[in-house]
């Protein structure tokens, strides 16, 4: 009886000390902070503003924008842009009270208290990725033509990024079309299939009911993505379907099976700048950040931000 009591208790003990040996073998490590530069984020739980530094949101904007299982060339390539991004939001909004929101309306951040509780044991560890990313990169940034790049990016391609101009109506020498072969390999998000309801569809897109669908595609971009196309006679843009439906591309099939609409959408999110899988699959290749970031921001130049 006693061996049993024995048994029992190192049973219910030896994972106890094995997560704290675990634990003891992480030491949190500090960012190392060059100038001290503080951006005004709006938490929209509360709607209070908060003064944070710099690269501490950067951290914890890559612990809301990017899998903590990412290779770290794309957390350093992430950092890079939502540094960029995040100062040329603080450059737009300076007359205004606060810089960003905390989703993503502009970039995820999650704070430590949320980190530590969604990554209970595993806190310490991924908290010194993400940091390991920052301090690698730290004070870096995007510029063309001597001006801070609007670095925009997003989830998976379908294969190529977007011009912005057919995106949000405003062209950018650095956020043009490029390649992106590497996001059917490696992202899930790739090629995804949506089912609803006919009577939905037609609701959502605010046109009169018809058992009948007739789609016509009239303007495709050079990448596939739609443009302009017509339901039931019905103008529309790509972007107002994909809004409207919470489509997960632009780049889209839209077929009638019965009652129902299935649509197939290839890529995830707007498609303009960097691509998040599309960087996870070129580190994968060995490409170090900055050749990922001259790849999806074309002739631009990494700089940092002066003492």
Request: aromatic share 12%; net charge negative; proline share 2%.
């Amino acid at each position: 009886m006693k061996k049993i009591i024995i048994f029992i208790l190192l049973l219910i003990f030896i994972p106890f000390f094995i997560v704290l040996i675990y634990n003891k073998n992480y030491k949190e490590i500090e960012l190392n902070y060059i100038n001290t530069i503080y951006i005004r984020v709006k938490r929209n739980e509360t709607n209070e503003i908060e003064k944070i530094p710099l690269e501490e949101y950067i951290v914890g904007v890559l612990a809301g924008e990017m899998p903590i299982n990412f290779d770290i060339e794309a957390l350093k390539a992430q950092a890079v842009a939502s540094r960029s991004y995040a100062l040329k939001r603080m450059e737009y909004n300076k007359d205004k009270d606060y810089d960003v929101v905390d989703s993503i309306m502009n970039q995820v951040y999650l704070d430590n208290e949320y980190l530590k509780d969604a990554w209970g044991n595993s806190y310490v560890k991924n908290i010194n990725k993400l940091r390991q990313a920052v301090n690698s990169t730290i004070d870096e940034y995007l510029e063309y033509d001597d001006k801070v790049v609007d670095a925009m990016f997003f989830s998976t391609s379908n294969g190529y990024t977007e011009d912005s101009s057919n995106i949000f109506d405003f062209d950018c020498a650095y956020l043009k079309s490029v390649e992106s072969p590497w996001d059917k390999d490696v992202s899930s998000a790739y090629i995804t299939t949506k089912i609803m309801n006919l009577t939905e569809f037609y609701k959502l897109l605010n046109i009169p009911y018809n058992k009948n669908l007739n789609i016509e595609i009239e303007k495709r971009s050079n990448t596939n993505r739609i443009l302009l196309l017509k339901i039931n006679n019905v103008e529309f843009k790509g972007t107002d379907i994909y809004n409207k439906l919470s489509l997960r591309s632009t780049d889209f099939n839209i077929e009638l099976q019965g009652q129902t609409v299935s649509i197939t959408t290839k890529g995830y999110g707007h498609g303009v700048g960097m691509s998040q899988y599309g960087a996870l699959g070129m580190a994968k290749e060995g490409y170090t950040y900055d050749q990922i970031l001259a790849h999806y921001y074309q002739n631009t130049s990494l700089t940092k931000i002066k003492n």
